[in-house]
């Protein structure tokens, strides 16, 4: 009986809440138009103030779609990203004189809200996502990495050689869309920024076409692994507790005395930050790929690839002489939490606004062709990966499952992941084979376009 009356007065307080932001809403409106027609302005809509205003519109309603669960499983932070794509392409329609709406209007990627929340949002969110991510599994990365190191790089190179193979076989088909659309594929399955960016350095003409082959099968690349990491260990019937044990066994470690250690803060941002500036000083630097030097193609390990590698550095040694570079668990799940949300939110949000200007440009054929081989691109690597990690390698399953992450780059599947899992020990997995997956992509997409 108490519990139906909470229940009560829960939806009570919810029904109540939703009838004062509806009753704000309207007389915001009415009193926002005079009887002649005309628009007064009871509000000044900057650019930055709207995109606060999109940022955490679009923050709360993806959560609240990322946490419906059907049958166990749900889109969990990868809701923002749905919601953001959604978003980014109600921000292209023609508001007219909508009173307050017109401020939210977008012509186009080029347009200050989409550069706001492309750029600077968004990197920032990668920035936290993968340093703490780094912070976590640095502790047990370099000892399950020599457990398993040639066992992530086989992984590594399965999957990314499985969805280049699609993607020939896609080119080859289809002559008349080019490689430069199938590398644009290729590169949003595998959700690669890198190696969007290699097959833009490689292209000399058709860039376009990469632009929108990226933007059509980055959303689905995003979907796909966050469901396969939920719906193996339902379809295997696995007993987490038990997968949990096995994950302990190849990770544990020395416990290290750092109490008489000097630590700054006691929220772990000062070594934070210094792990951040030493990865993005690492990101920076380029090797030339062809003899122009320079000039030419260049490799780098870019923000995500520098930043993780120095953040898994210093979770590992945890100091510097008397300096504590620990973080408390706590710090590290918000900052990796809120950064996948926030470059999920960024993506999402670019991603709705160039597709649709793409596929108005290019009609709905290529949209077609290119979703199919896109989701063939996520699932073979994916399917593949999976089966030969599990009967050839005998990897356990979440070990599996976090080397599949990684080797699909995937930010957000290691977040859900880590919910799957019960655990953050699955980031180690990840961040093994991530570096190896990340060179390879950028090799893939380069390659298809320069020898096709």
């Known amino acids: 009986m108490e519990n139906n009356q909470k229940k009560s007065l829960k939806w009570l307080w919810i029904v109540i809440a939703l009838v004062v932001v509806a009753g704000i809403a309207v007389w915001c409106a009415i009193s926002a138009i005079n009887f002649d027609g005309g628009v007064k302005g009871p509000f000044n809509f900057s650019s930055t103030f709207a995109m606060f205003v999109l940022l955490f519109v679009i923050m709360a309603l993806g959560y609240l779609l990322g946490g419906i669960e059907v049958k166990g499983v ?23 004189d909508v009173p307050l709406l017109g401020a939210f209007h977008v012509n186009g990627v080029g347009d200050a809200l989409v550069k706001n929340l492309k750029g600077p949002i968004q990197n920032i969110g990668l920035i936290l996502f993968v340093g703490a ?15 398993n190191f040639k066992t992530y790089i ?16 896609c080119t080859l088909l289809t002559p008349e869309y080019g490689p430069e659309f199938w590398s644009g594929i290729l590169s949003g399955a595998l959700t690669s920024t890198p190696g969007f960016s290699a097959a833009q350095d490689a292209a000399t003409e ?22 396969f990491v939920q719906l193996m ?3 295997l019937k696995s007993n987490m507790e038990h997968e949990r044990e096995l994950l302990k066994i190849g990770g544990d470690e020395e416990k290290k005395d750092y109490s008489k250690l000097f630590m700054p803060d006691p929220l772990g941002l000062t070594a934070f930050g210094l792990a951040v500036v030493a990865g993005l000083l690492l990101g920076s630097i380029k090797i030339p790929l062809t003899g122009a030097g320079y000039d030419g193609s260049c490799f780098s390990l870019g923000t995500t690839g520098g930043v993780l590698i120095m953040c898994l550095v210093f979770g590992h040694f945890g100091r510097i002489g008397k300096l504590s570079l ?28 160039s597709l649709v200007g793409e596929i108005s440009k290019h009609g709905g054929a290529i949209v077609a062709w290119g979703f199919v081989g896109g989701a063939l691109m996520t699932i073979v690597p994916m399917v593949v990966g999976f089966f030969v990690a599990k009967y050839l390698m005998k990897l356990p399953l979440l070990n599996n499952l976090g080397s599949i992450t990684g080797g699909m780059t995937s930010t957000p599947a290691l ?22 997956a990340l060179v390879l992509i950028v090799l893939a997409c380069q390659l298809m376009i320069t020898l096709m």
């Open 74 to 96: 749900s889109l969990g932070t990868a809701g923002v990203f749905l919601v953001a794509i959604l978003f980014g392409w109600l921000c292209t329609l023609d508001f007219g």
């Open 133 to 147: 991510v780094g912070f976590i599994a640095g502790p047990n990365f370099f000892k399950n990495l020599a457990k």
């Open 154 to 169: 086989v992984i590594g190179i399965i999957v990314i050689l499985s969805g280049t193979a699609v993607a020939v076989v």
């Open 206 to 227: 058709n860039m376009a076409l990469i632009t929108l082959g990226h933007a059509i099968a980055y959303p689905f690349g995003v979907i796909g692994v966050v469901l």
């Open 233 to 235: 260990p339902k379809f």
């Open 326 to 353: 620990q973080i408390p668990a706590e710090t590290t799940k918000i900052l990796r939490e809120f950064g996948l949300m926030l470059f999920l939110l960024g993506a999402g949000f670019e991603g709705g606004v």
């Open 415 to 436: 977040g859900t992941l880590c919910k799957t899992a019960g655990t953050d020990d699955v980031a180690s997995a990840y961040a093994s084979t991530y570096p190896i």
